[in-house]
Structure formats: structure tokens, C-alpha cells
């Protein structure tokens, strides 16, 4: 069973930088394609980004695509987000996701299987 824990949220000003942290515990990720969604008050969860096996491919949310970046670290075993140029409709909680997969590829549509607690992010002046 994987263990996810985020880490790196918190009150940021429109504009600033955040990189959020999952760590992985209980298995190695090399198996586990790996995401991260967001849940703003009121709203429906919403994937963010979404990243391979072995980093090979990744997907990002129209949303977000251009300010945030993902990327891992299997020898870590764990999955980074940088945010930049934030903006007030993107504070929610941030949460982690991984999902099992044979191939090389990831899916923002797909149901992962293992999720972390959430990381609050604040965007606000």
C-alpha cells in the first residue's frame, strides 16, 4: 500500500512561485504513473498534471499548462510540482495521485488508485 504525503503549500501573493512535494512511501513509484489535482472550495476535484513512468511523458490541465511544471524523482521516490505566475483561482488543496501502468504514458482522465492527504494553497494579496 502506498503512503503519499504533500508537502510545500501555503499563502503566496498573484505571481509568486510554489513547488509542491509528494513523497512516496510503501512501494517504489517506478511502476506508478503520478498526478496532481486540485479541489478549490465549492468545486469539483480537477487534475492539474499528470507524469509517466520514468517522466517520459507528461500532461498538463488547460488551466495550467505554461506556468506549471511536474516532474519525479523515482530514486526519491517522489513528485514535485512547480507553480509559477499564480493566480488567485489557484487556490485550492493540491493533492497527489498514483496509478498503476504497464506503459510509458499518463492520463489526466484516468482513475488513480492511491492519494495523499492535500496541501492547502493560498494565492492571495
Known amino acids: 500500500q502506498l503512503l503519499l504525503v504533500e508537502s510545500g503549500g501555503g499563502l503566496v501573493q498573484p505571481g509568486g512561485s510554489l513547488r509542491l512535494s509528494c513523497e512516496v512511501s510503501g512501494s517504489t513509484i517506478d511502476f506508478y504513473a503520478m498526478g496532481w489535482f486540485r479541489q478549490a472550495p465549492g468545486k469539483e476535484r480537477e487534475a492539474v498534471s499528470c507524469i509517466s513512468r520514468s517522466g517520459e511523458s507528461t500532461n498538463y490541465g488547460d488551466s495550467v499548462n505554461g506556468r506549471f511544471t511536474i516532474a519525479r524523482e523515482n530514486a526519491k521516490n517522489t513528485l514535485y510540482l512547480q507553480m509559477n505566475s499564480l493566480e488567485p483561482e489557484d487556490t485550492a488543496v493540491y493533492y497527489c495521485?498514483?496509478?498503476?501502468?504497464?506503459?510509458?504514458?499518463?492520463?489526466?482522465?484516468?482513475?488513480?488508485?492511491?492519494w495523499g492527504q492535500g496541501t492547502q494553497v493560498i494565492v492571495s494579496s
Open positions: 495521485g498514483a496509478v498503476f501502468r504497464l506503459d510509458r504514458s499518463c492520463d489526466l482522465s484516468e482513475k488513480y488508485e492511491h
